[in-house]
Structures are given as C-alpha cells and as structure tokens.
C-alpha cells in the first residue's frame, strides 16, 4: 500500500510542485517590492522554449541557462514598462503574458520538429543522491528528485536568510511597503523594483526549463498552462513568506499529483475533474483568503 | 567667519506651469537654528526637498560647507550628512524602529547593531525610543523621535525639520526645542520649517521667510518682531474691494454647532469643541492654514461628517461644494446630465427619467455660463472654470436653504472666479446662508465682514476691525498669534 500509492503519490507532489516552486519564489520576490508580476505565465512559458532550444544547441547545462535568460528577457521588458514608465502593472503583466504564449507558439511553429514531440532532447531525470535516497521513505521521496528540486531545496533558505538578514533584503521589504519612504531614508526604490522583477523573471524562466527538460521532455504550445497565475495564489496562500510560499507549492504540487493517485487506484472517476483541481483550488484560495492585512502595503501601485 | 554649513542661493523651480521657487535664497550657519517661514504654498518644504536631493533645481546653487555641491537623490544628500525630517513622516508603519533605522545600509543585516545604535544615541541625546516596537504601534511623538534618530545614525550634522510641532503637545514640542538647541550647541544646524511665527522667533537664531518662491527676508531672529514677520509674509497686497462684503445678520438660525468637536480615525482631535450659529442672509468666511481643522468644520456643516461629540443642527438641504472637485464633487468619466442625477443619487430610486435630467443639466449650463460642447460631454473634457461652474450651478439649482464652499476658486481665473463669488452671495441674499473657506484673505474679505479663523483644531471669531481694509488681525490668528 505504502510502496504503491503513498510514495509515488509524495514523490510526484514534489516533483510537480518543483516549478511552481521556483515560479512562486520568483512572485513573491516581486510582490514583497510591491509588483505583481502577472507577466510571470509569459516568462514561464519562454523559459520552456527558450529551455528546449538551448539545450538541443549545448546541453541540458545549457539548457537551464536559456531557460533563466528568456525568463528575464521577458521580465525586463516588463520591468521597462512599469518601472521606467510607470505602466499600470496589471494590464502591462497581462500583455507580457499574452506577448509570451504568442511569440513562443509562433517560433515553434517555424521549426516544430527541433524541439517538439519526438525531437530528442537532453532531459535531466531523477538523480538520486548517495546516502540519502536510501534512507526509508523520505529518501525515495525527497532525494530521488531531478537536481532543480535540489537547487530549490538551497534556494529557498538562502531567499528567506536574505530577506530577513541584508539590509538589500530589507530595502526589498521596504520598496513594497512605501517606495517613497524607501527613497527618504536612501534606498534606491526604482531600482530595488527593477531587480526583484529581474530576479522573478530567472525564476519563472527557471520554472519553464524543469518543465520542458525534467519532466516533459519536449516543447508543446501553451505548455505553462497557466502556472504564472497559480503562482500569484501559492504566495497568497504562502502569506508572503518564502517557506510559506515552498509550504503552499507542495499543497498544489498535491493538487496535480492527485490525478496520478487516481489513476493508479483505478477509480471510475473522470480524470479531467482531477486535471481541474489545481484550479479549483487557485480560485477557492484567491477568493477567500483576506490577505490583504498581510499583504505588502504598496502591493500593485 | 567660517563658511556656512549649508548654503542655498537663487534657486529657481517650475512644476508644470507653477512656479514653485523664483529666486530663492537660505544661508544656514553652523551650530544655529534657523526658521524658515511662509505661507502654504511659499515654496519653504519644496526649497528643503532640493537641500535633501529629493528633486532637483531648475536653476541655483548649494553649498555644503562653501563647497558647491549636486544631490541627486537623497541617498548621496544622507551620505553628505544632510538629514530630513519630513511632515508626513518617511517610515514604513510594518516595520521596527531597528528595522527603519538600517535602511538604506549595505550588507549583511545586523539587527544586534541597529538596535544598540537606537538605544546609544537615545542615551547621548534623550531622544529614547524601544528599538523593537513597530512603527504602527508608536505614538507621533515616537515616530518623530524615530525620525530624527535615524538622521543622526547617519551622522547629520544639518537636520531639517518640516513642521515638527504640528503633530506634538505644548510639552513635546517643549522638549524638541530644547533638544535642537543641544544639537545646535554641539555643532549641529537645524532648518526648522513652520507658520507659527512666535515659536519661531523665540526659538531661532536666524530667519528666512519665503513670499511667492522668493525669499523676501532674512535676519536675525532677535532683532525681528512679530509683526515685522507677520507682515513679510502676508505682503503688500492689493486693498481688497470691500464694499459689497455682507454684514453679519441676527435672521433665523441656519446652523448651530453645540460643542461639535471631530476625531480622526487614530483617536487625534481634528475640530476641538466648538460653539457656532450661522443666520440667514449671512456669509460665513472661514480662514486656516491646511490641517487647522476647517476642512472637518466644513464637512460637519455640509453633512458629510457626523461629530464625534457635541451637536450638529443644519437646514435640510445644504448644497456642498468641495475643493477637490474631481474627486468629490463629481465623476470625469460620466457626462454632464450624468453628473446632475449624481447629486441626488442617494434620495432616487427606479427608472432614471433621462429626458428631464438633460433639460435640468442645460438648466445648469445656460444659467452659469458653464462652456461644453453640449450636457452630453464628460465632466473630464470641460475645463477646471467650466467644472466649478458647474459644481456651483448644480448645487444651486437643488434650491438648497444653505451653500458651504471649500477653496471654490482655486485655480480659476478671474472671469470664472466673479461667477462662482456671485452665486455664493445670491444663497445669502436669498435668505439662505453661505459658509466659504478660502485660501484668500482678500477674497473672504470682498465677501463678508463675518470670518472665523481656524487653528490648531480651534475655531476663533476675528471681530471685523473698524477699518475694512485693515488685515492685521486676520494674518495674525491665521499663524497662531494672539492665540
């Protein structure tokens, strides 16, 4: 029973909560300097294939590497917008988005074969760590994952240590609270903003390249499906902290992996009502959680 | 004598088609205290924002210690020892005292050391503060403490404080008086920005007072006296035309306040008990600097705020005409028929009878001159003149028994201004009543010989003085004296 259903089931929520880990951390960076990046689902998704390409050019190192930069390429873009010229951010994060899922569908639709279904690329699959994954339970559970679990599991203490103990961490904090307050005691408030959406869009990057190298193995249209704005409801649900935010990935990492559980009991259940849960579960959180309180002060203005 | 510590020379500033500064000049020495004073809108918080690098000159120079000097932000004016204190306090309310104290650093965070820094200068200056408390939870006073604090862990040695005592008691303000002067005599230079004149000669050494964006004086505090200073800031104006200003009446009671005092949200006291009876056929004029409690007096007369002690007792229909007219009065984006219904939307219900509400918005347009390309353009396209004379005609047209109007000419021109003074006193001469604030003396004093003066949360009844072009009493309790 154990071996059958309850391992596989922990070992996929981690394993699809992985990019929205990554996507969520991005966020909350942003948020926390007063930003919502609704522009998250167009960096996730040219991470994707800008994740495929560059591994099919030089390897899966390679790839991850592409991932991160066309993350950022489209977050600088936005960064442009609302921070240089002050644009409203929802309506600029939404453009980016669209801007994303368009210009990505386009070019692989110039070259389907590089990176599409049946193009052979350099995947990254489970790793298991020596030691670790021998240990009974947790070690197939959470030490026989693909290394961007691993990055995930340094990333996220270094994020929380870094916002609570550098005083750029605090300037971050500072920023989403009052940027004018920010400014008053000398802390550069528009460029604060620029980084962190910088920093979010490598990860929503990030997000993308572990879905196209360590879990689908090939680049389809669409394929971030709407993992940006889950995302924005992890840090909700994750109350704008970064273990929080880890905590509330792995809740929806449960969400998708349910489907894989039903699957295997064999329930007559339709799967599609499964695939739904994710979200399902994003809308609930969005409309009943009162984050407000919580939520940095300065958060989309 | 050695070179000053902060020196401001000929500093030009426009903010769209405003002139903020036209040739401001300010020559702080070292180990005084220095007044900057003026009226709203002289020009003193935007001069000390270009001291702090928080927008830059159009034109002008600053020196730091004879050294000419550009700030192009406030981190390198911080980093020069240049420290500010400002009216709405900089800080971030989630935040700890510690906390709001690193800001700005580098590095690694260390919340021991920030801590320690709080508690060392509280005990080198008496400025004592619980580092760990958060901002949202601390009195003014704290916050303000926290402030200058913050000011001094970045070695200021020039602090300026923009109206420090607005927000402290007789006591606290006591207090940081004596605390400047300490800092003075270590060394230090204090600005010290305020409109309470006597305060400032008792305290400073040195006086600047700013008329228009210009400096029109600058002395020693103690060769000036009161009066000398009330008149360098008011200025030479033009002898208001006073002749056709109302005479107070003894008609039927219109308002009555019985000890009618407002509290903020926080608990702070806005409008201090207060006696007051308005009479048909009268204009009340009501003068303040902003923050005196006259926007709250206003609100109370019009309905828009109930007291939080004392009684209210007011006609039943009161047209209110609100200085911010874009965002009180009406909505850009509706039309102009659209924005007539609005003034009722409370009272109606049902199906909205659109052609009568456009022959009542034409009503409004034709009787008050108002210029739009027809009742169906938005309020947004009409010019600032054309949107009050609107505001004003669709007040008066709900035929209200009274008309209370906060700063309704600001911004228009002199035409525009006429019109909208006229309606004011067609409400009186009606037998209503008409209660108007303004930021103009002269314009009160062309209205009615009646005018109380807000300060500090009291209102105070200036008795009209036997020559009608005498503004005296007026500038005086406008700055606080006499009070």
């Known amino acids: 029973m154990l071996e059958l259903l309850l391992i596989p089931f922990l070992e996929a929520t981690i394993r699809t909560a992985t990019p929205l880990a990554f996507a969520a951390l991005g966020e909350l960076v942003s948020e926390r300097a007063g930003v919502i990046n609704l522009g998250m689902e167009g960096s996730i998704i040219a991470g994707c294939l800008g994740g495929a390409a560059a591994a099919v050019l030089g390897g899966s190192a390679v790839g991850y590497l592409g991932a991160a930069l066309a993350g950022l390429l489209l977050a600088s873009l936005f960064a442009l917008f609302v921070v240089r010229l002050?644009?409203?951010?929802?309506?600029?994060?939404?453009?980016?988005?669209?801007?994303?899922?368009?210009?990505?569908?386009?070019?692989?639709?110039?070259?389907?074969?590089?990176?599409?279904?049946?193009?052979?690329?350099?995947?990254?699959?489970?790793?298991?760590?020596?030691?670790?994954?021998?240990?009974?339970?947790?070690?197939?559970?959470?030490?026989?994952?693909?290394?961007?679990?691993?990055?995930?599991?340094?990333?996220?203490?270094?994020?929380?240590?870094?916002?609570?103990?550098?005083?750029?961490?605090?300037?971050?904090?500072?920023?989403?609270?009052?940027?004018?307050?920010?400014?008053?005691?000398?802390?550069?408030?528009?460029?604060?903003?620029?980084?962190?959406?910088?920093?979010?869009?490598?990860?929503?990057?990030?997000?993308?390249?572990?879905?196209?190298?360590?879990?689908?193995?090939?680049?389809?249209?669409?394929?971030?499906?709407?993992?940006?704005?889950?995302?924005?409801?992890?840090?909700?649900?994750?109350?704008?902290?970064?273990?929080?935010?880890?905590?509330?990935?792995?809740?929806?990492?449960?969400?998708?992996?349910?489907?894989?559980?039903?699957?295997?009991?064999?329930?007559?259940?339709?799967?599609?009502?499964?695939?739904?849960?994710?979200?399902?579960?994003?809308?609930?959180?969005?409309?009943?959680?009162?984050?407000?309180?919580?939520?940095?002060?300065?958060?989309?203005? | 004598m050695s070179a000053s510590a902060l020196a401001l020379t000929d500093i030009h500033k426009t903010f769209g088609d405003t002139r903020a500064l036209d040739g401001a000049s300010c020559t702080i020495r070292r180990g005084s205290i220095h007044a900057l004073l003026g009226e709203n809108g002289a020009g003193k918080t935007t001069l000390m924002r270009i001291a702090f690098g928080m927008i830059a000159a159009d034109q002008g120079q600053i020196t730091r210690h004879g050294a000419p000097v550009h700030f192009r932000s406030e981190r390198e004016s911080i980093a020069a020892g240049i420290g500010m204190v400002h009216q709405h306090f900089m800080l971030i309310p989630a935040f700890t005292v510690a906390e709001n104290i690193a800001l700005g650093g580098r590095g690694r965070l260390d919340a021991v050391a920030a801590a320690e820094t709080v508690r060392r200068i509280g005990a080198a200056t008496g400025l004592a503060i619980d580092p760990q408390a958060r901002i949202a939870d601390l009195p003014v006073g704290a916050q303000q403490r926290t402030e200058i604090v913050r000011a001094l862990a970045h070695d200021a040695d020039v602090l300026i404080l923009d109206e420090p005592t607005a927000v402290l008691t007789p006591t606290e303000s006591d207090e940081l008086y004596r605390w400047m002067r300490r800092f003075a005599d270590g060394g230090g230079a204090v600005v010290l920005i305020t409109h309470r004149v006597r305060e400032a000669l008792a305290v400073a050494d040195d006086v600047t007072v700013l008329r228009r964006g210009r400096s029109v004086l600058q002395g020693v505090a103690k060769s000036l006296t009161e009066d000398a200073a009330v008149t360098a800031i008011v200025g030479d104006r033009l002898a208001p035309d006073v002749s056709a200003a109302l005479m107070p009446t003894d008609g039927e009671v219109l308002f009555a306040l019985e000890a009618a005092a407002v509290r903020d949200a926080d608990g702070r006291q806005r409008l201090r008990p207060t006696q007051l009876l308005v009479r048909s056929g009268e204009i009340l004029g009501v003068l303040g600097v902003e923050g005196s409690g006259q926007r709250e007096l206003l609100r109370l007369?019009?309905?828009?705020?109930?007291?939080?002690?004392?009684?209210?007792?007011?006609?039943?229909?009161?047209?209110?005409?609100?200085?911010?007219?874009?965002?009180?009065?009406?909505?850009?984006?509706?039309?102009?028929?659209?924005?007539?219904?609005?003034?009722?939307?409370?009272?109606?219900?049902?199906?909205?009878?659109?052609?009568?509400?456009?022959?009542?918005?034409?009503?409004?347009?034709?009787?008050?001159?108002?210029?739009?390309?027809?009742?169906?353009?938005?309020?947004?396209?009409?010019?600032?003149?054309?949107?009050?004379?609107?505001?004003?005609?669709?007040?008066?047209?709900?035929?209200?028994?009274?008309?209370?109007?906060?700063?309704?000419?600001?911004?228009?021109?002199?035409?525009?201004?006429?019109?909208?003074?006229?309606?004011?006193?067609?409400?009186?001469?009606?037998?209503?009543?008409?209660?108007?604030?303004?930021?103009?003396?002269?314009?009160?004093?062309?209205?009615?010989?009646?005018?109380?003066?807000?300060?500090?949360?009291?209102?105070?009844?200036?008795?009209?003085?036997?020559?009608?072009?005498?503004?005296?009493?007026?500038?005086?309790?406008?700055?606080?004296?006499?009070?």
């Open chain 1, 86 to 301: 002050g644009s409203d951010q929802i309506i600029t994060g939404t453009a980016i988005t669209v801007l994303g899922l368009g210009l990505t569908g386009t070019l692989f639709h110039l070259a389907p074969t590089m990176v599409g279904v049946g193009a052979t690329l350099p995947t990254t699959g489970p790793v298991p760590l020596p030691l670790l994954s021998s240990i009974p339970l947790f070690g197939r559970v959470l030490f026989t994952q693909p290394l961007p679990t691993y990055v995930l599991y340094v990333l996220v203490p270094i994020v929380a240590w870094w916002m609570r103990g550098t005083h750029a961490g605090l300037a971050l904090r500072a920023v989403g609270e009052s940027p004018v307050a920010a400014a008053a005691a000398g802390v550069p408030a528009a460029r604060v903003r620029a980084l962190a959406i910088g920093f979010s869009g490598i990860m929503g990057g990030l997000c993308g390249g572990t879905l196209v190298l360590a879990q689908v193995g090939s680049f389809n249209e669409n394929m971030s499906a709407g993992r940006g704005f889950i995302a924005i409801a992890i840090v909700v649900l994750g109350r704008w902290t970064p273990y929080g935010t880890a905590g509330a990935a792995l809740v929806f990492g449960g969400a998708f992996a349910l489907q894989y559980l039903v699957q295997t009991l064999g329930l007559a259940l339709p799967y599609q009502l499964f695939l739904a849960m994710p979200y399902v579960l994003t809308l609930v959180l969005l409309a009943t959680l009162h984050g407000r309180a919580i939520a940095p002060a300065h958060l989309g203005r």
């Open chain 2, 301 to 483: 007369l019009a309905g828009r705020l109930a007291p939080s002690e004392g009684r209210v007792q007011r006609p039943d229909v009161v047209g209110f005409v609100p200085e911010d007219r874009l965002h009180d009065a009406v909505i850009p984006a509706f039309s102009l028929t659209e924005n007539t219904t609005l003034a009722e939307a409370g009272a109606l219900r049902g199906r909205v009878d659109w052609s009568r509400e456009t022959v009542r918005a034409q009503t409004i347009v034709s009787d008050h001159d108002v210029r739009a390309s027809g009742v169906q353009a938005t309020m947004r396209s009409l010019s600032g003149g054309n949107q009050q004379r609107f505001v004003v005609g669709r007040e008066r047209q709900r035929s209200p028994r009274a008309l209370v109007a906060e700063n309704p000419t600001r911004g228009l021109d002199v035409r525009a201004t006429a019109r909208v003074l006229e309606t004011i006193r067609a409400v009186a001469l009606a037998g209503g009543a008409a209660v108007v604030y303004s930021t103009d003396l002269d314009e009160i004093l062309s209205l009615t010989r009646r005018v109380v003066v807000c300060f500090d949360g009291f209102v105070r009844e200036v008795s009209a003085p036997a020559d009608a072009e005498d503004r005296t009493p007026y500038a005086r309790a406008l700055v606080g004296a006499d009070a």
